[in-house]
C-alpha cells in the first residue's frame, strides 16, 4: 500500500525567533522521512517593513540579520541530511494593505509546489505580535497542502 502522504518539498516559514527555528526541525524531520526537500521561508514582519520604509533599517542590517539567522537554519537542517533552499519575503507592505503573512507563505508554497507546510504558531516567549504566530491561522484556514501547526 502506498502512503498518501509522500512530500517531495516541506515548506518552513520562519521569522527569526527561536519558535521557528524548532518548526525547522519538524520540517527537516519530515524531509528526511520522506525523501524530500525544505524550502525555509524568511518573513520579514510589519514592524521591520515600516523600518525599512523610514530608514531606521537599511537593507545591509536586513541582510545580515537574515543571512545569520538562516545559517543557524542550514545548521539544523544540516543533522537531517536533506536537501534545502532559502528566500525571503516582505510579510507585510506598507504600500499594499492586502499583503498578509498568511498569504505570502501560501503564495510561495504555490510558486514553489510546496505539498506540506510547517508553521509555527504559538511563540513562546509570550509575544502575541510575532509574524509567523499571525499568519499560523491563516495558513490553517486557508492550505490546500497538508499542514503542521508547532
Known amino acids: 500500500m502506498t502512503d498518501p502522504l509522500s512530500p ?10 527561536e ?17 524530500a526537500a525544505v524550502h525555509a521561508l524568511y518573513v520579514v514582519g510589519d514592524d521591520v517593513a ?7 533599517v537599511d537593507d545591509e542590517t536586513l541582510a ?12 539544523t537542517v544540516a543533522d537531517a541530511d536533506v536537501p534545502l533552499s532559502t528566500s525571503m519575503a516582505h510579510g507585510f ?3 499594499r494593505l492586502s ?3 498568511g498569504n505570502v ?6 510558486e514553489l509546489g510546496a505539498d506540506f507546510v510547517v508553521v509555527p504558531r504559538e511563540p513562546l516567549s509570550g509575544e502575541t505580535d ?11 484556514l486557508y492550505a490546500s497542502q497538508p499542514v503542521l501547526s508547532v
Open 99 to 101: 499583503q498578509h503573512p
Open 8 to 17: 517531495s518539498l516541506v515548506l518552513v516559514p520562519v521569522d527569526g525567533s
Open 64 to 75: 545580515a540579520d537574515s543571512e545569520a539567522f538562516l545559517d543557524a537554519v542550514v545548521d
Open 105 to 110: 507563505v501560501l503564495d510561495t508554497a504555490e
Open 19 to 35: 519558535e521557528s527555528l524548532a518548526a525547522v526541525e519538524y520540517a527537516a524531520a519530515i524531509a528526511d522521512e520522506y525523501d
Open 93 to 95: 507592505s506598507t504600500s
Open 130 to 140: 510575532d509574524v509567523l504566530a499571525k499568519a499560523a491561522e491563516y495558513v490553517l
Open 50 to 56: 515600516r523600518a525599512i520604509d523610514t530608514g531606521a
